[in-house]
């Protein structure tokens, strides 16, 4: 079984909508990450939460937001879509360790806005 | 603030050995991080780098200097399905930021 899930996989959507993207986890850390990845820009953070009463901004935030529901369940948001949110969408956890603080990301979710 | 410079695209052969270099200008730094990613998938864990100095695990090494903000990555043995990309992922305080990624295409 995958440690971390997302749901869905694919999304379609059109301007205006609001929709959720959904993230689980069953490797027990307590940090939780959204990413976005679009071509030609890598991976850019949009929140993270350090626990379950922890929510932080990423770099690109606005137009965005989420939920911490439980330890292992983080919720992204997207309240209005336009066009320019279309892109993969990864949620990603890590323990937080001394040493190193490694990632691991789920399988991702691809978004399209019309 | 947070700048990561690596080749955007690499060609090697299959078999053969290929270095993808990193710098990088990051505050509060304390590690360098390299994930793999195949094309449409997620990325994976490959290497992390707290000292300077060279740290092998199989085919794959990374090296870190840091008082040079340089890292790379050195892939031996290419095989076929080496093709992907490397991203380079500087830790800082809080976050890791993760470069635009070399895509390297192994041919054979």
């Known amino acids: 079984d995958a440690d971390v899930t997302q749901t869905p996989r694919n999304r379609i959507t059109k301007t205006g909508k609001r929709i959720m993207l959904e993230c689980s986890q069953t490797k027990g850390h307590d940090r939780m990450y959204w990413y976005r990845q679009d071509p030609g820009l890598g991976l850019r953070l949009i929140y993270y939460s350090f626990d379950v009463k922890d929510i932080n901004k990423g770099e690109i935030s606005d137009g965005y937001s989420v939920s911490r529901q439980a330890q292992a369940k983080f919720s992204l948001s997207l309240e209005s879509a336009i066009p320019n949110q279309t892109a993969l969408y990864f949620c990603?956890?890590?323990?937080?360790?001394?040493?190193?603080?490694?990632?691991?990301f789920g399988p991702g979710t691809r978004l399209t806005v019309l | 603030g947070q700048n990561i410079d690596q080749p955007t695209e690499m060609t090697a052969t299959e078999g053969a050995i290929v270095q993808i270099n990193c710098t990088y200008q990051t505050s509060g730094f304390n590690g360098l991080f390299w994930y793999q990613q195949h094309a449409g998938e997620a990325p994976t864990f490959l290497s992390y780098?707290?000292?300077?100095g060279l740290e092998e695990k199989g085919r794959f090494s990374s090296f870190l200097s840091r008082s040079k903000g340089y890292s790379y990555l050195l892939l031996k043995e290419l095989q076929m399905k080496d093709s992907a990309s490397y991203l380079c992922?500087?830790?800082?305080?809080?976050?890791?930021?993760f470069g635009t990624g070399t895509k390297l295409q192994v041919i054979p």
């Open positions: 780098n707290v000292l300077d």
């Open positions: 992922a500087p830790g800082g305080y809080q976050k890791v930021t």
């Open positions: 990603a956890t890590s323990d937080g360790g001394a040493r190193t603080d490694t990632q691991y």
